[in-house]
């Protein structure tokens, strides 16, 4: 698909459950009722089949916590089966990844993407309110030990401390495991915190591991930059979505597990879908690609922004 600006459309992330397991202080607002919107197998399956004939190729299964479906290895095998699909990763807090790496890469999942702000098991239960890292350390290793790519996301902001960034990038040096520093949106409670510069995180990594030297090949679907560093066996990778906007390569969209439709990550634009009627579900989705806007509009403040936490975007 291409949108009303050029830009060629092949990147969904499907979120298919608002359901997860911690109540990270940038994602979930900590007073939230429990969600119960889940996007059944047939649903997911019904919109991957008219994405992928409208050219959408990769795929990003997203929450919540996705893997808290007990079928998310289903979800993962029945989406690689549809034809036209090339690639299909996902994002996960890694809590339940050490049983399910294994199943997931005979699954055919592509890439695993681990959301993880701090290696001290102290700060990290404060920043998840009352999550374990343990399970989530197991759940790296399993994922590396299954041959999975993996990457951590890292979101910096004020509750997080240098050397808890510096220890991030450290898992980098010893195995081929990206770890990205992602600029704080602020969307949902994330507005009521503040965020690392990036710049200010790319000079605390040379101050303390050397030059950071820019890669030229893409890893993964999104508009990250990655960085190598001399010793280190991974990459070290910014995504700064407001101090360096790459709206303008945008390639995505975004279907919440209530079956919405989003265009763009910040503002509410798109259209809610009918997975019963597969023409009328083709050209909703074409309807709303071309209305797809420009540009985020973080740095306006009059800006219509989306009222959903991250949680029930998909991130």
Known sequence: MIDSFGRTIDYARLSVTELCNLHCVYCRPYEESPPCHSMPLKDITTIVEVLAKLGVTKYKI???EPTLRADIVEIVSTIKAVKGVKNVTLTTNGLLL??????????????????????????????TRNGRLEPVLAGLEAAYNA??????????????????????????????????FIELMPIGPAGELTGHAPDS??????????????????YGNGPASYYSLDGFKGLIGFLSALNSCFCERCNRIRVTSDGYLKTCLHLDKGKKLNMADKEDLEQTILKAVQQKPKRHLFNTPDARACDRPMNRIGG
């Not at 699954?107 to 990290?124: M, T």
């Not at 510096?166 to 770890?179: G, N």
């Open 201 to 218: 995180i790319f000079a605390a990594i040379e101050r303390r591991f050397g030059p950071l030297t820019p890669t030229t090949l893409a």
């Open 98 to 127: 050490d049983k399910l790496s294994a199943p997931l890469g005979q699954a055919g999942l592509d890439a695993i993407n681990v959301s993880l702000d701090s290696l001290d098991p102290n700060s990290y239960r404060r920043l």
């Open 147 to 180: 041959r999975i790519p993996v990457k951590i996301n890292c979101v910096p902001h004020s509750s997080l401390t240098e050397q808890d960034l510096l220890d991030l990038a450290m898992v980098a040096k010893e195995r081929s495991i990206h770890v990205r």
């Open 62 to 64: 997203t929450g919540g």
